[in-house]
Antibody
Framework: QVQLVESGGGVVQPGGSLRLSCAAS????????MHWVRQAPGKGLEWVAF????????YFADSVKGRFTISRDNSKNTLFLQMSSLRAEDTAVYYC???????????????WGQGTMVTVSS | EIVLTQSPATLSLSPGERATLSCRAS??????LAWYQQKPGQAPRLLIY???NRATGIPARFSGSGSGTDFTLTINSLEPEDFAVYYC??????????FGQGTRLEIK
């Protein structure tokens, strides 16, 4: 079945770095744009980053621009989020999510992973 | 930034009743609006995209309507599993997408 599984979350000090991964299965990963969306404890949803199916275009929320990078390895069906200069306000569950339509950028998310928790604290 | 305002913040209903959830945009988003359901400890689930298209596997009791700035998610004959938090999301001017703050649908 279609599945996304995140990993790499944990506790990190302010100013530190962390790399999240998202393993995809059950669909042709290389044909879909992929996103990271986060949710701070008890709060709503915030889109974080997007990468086009072929990796040629990337977009970031203003809140993470210049600190986070997104990448993908289509040969390994894996999505990444490299986070640096982390702040307390980056504390959240991070979800990877699949774009709805293949090879078309829609910014609607039809499949989500279970999420991985990132806590930024000293 | 387009602000989405959901109302009510909390809706208390009984199983079998109809739920009507509202999402209002600060400017037109055309029909580029989606609805998600989130249960405690779970990831969101796409219900409706482009205002009125049900996502794969979503029961027919869920329907979406609206365009421009005013949108509605209707859930007919509530089932026990429908009690959750619902978010709307606009993609009109991606990558500057935004979510609403959510409506909590609780059992009365």
């Amino acid at each position: 079945q279609v599945q996304l599984v995140e990993s790499g979350g944990g506790v990190v000090q302010p100013g530190g770095s962390l790399r999240l991964s998202c393993a995809a299965s059950g669909f042709t990963f290389s044909r879909y744009g992929m996103h990271w969306v986060r949710q701070a404890p008890g709060k709503g949803l915030e889109w974080v980053a997007f990468i086009r199916y072929d990796g040629s275009h990337k977009y970031f929320a203003d809140s993470v621009k210049g600190r986070f990078t997104i990448s993908r390895d289509n040969s390994k069906n894996t999505l990444f989020l490299q986070m640096s200069s982390l702040r307390a306000e980056d504390t959240a569950v991070y979800y990877c999510a699949k774009d709805v339509v293949n090879t078309v950028t829609t910014f609607a998310f039809d499949i989500w992973g279970q999420g991985t928790m990132v806590t930024v604290s000293s | 930034e387009i602000v989405l305002t959901q109302s009510p913040a909390t809706l208390s209903l009984s199983p079998g009743e109809r739920a009507t959830l509202s999402c209002r945009a600060s400017q037109s988003v055309s029909s580029y609006l989606a609805w998600y359901q989130q249960k405690p400890g779970q990831a969101p689930r796409l219900l409706i995209y482009d205002a009125s298209n049900r996502a794969t596997g979503i029961p027919a009791r869920f329907s979406g309507s609206g365009s421009g700035t005013d949108f509605t998610l209707t859930i007919n004959s509530l089932e026990p599993e429908d009690f959750a938090v619902y978010y709307c999301q606009q993609r009109s001017n991606w990558p500057s997408i935004t979510f609403g703050q959510g409506t909590r649908l609780e059992i009365k």
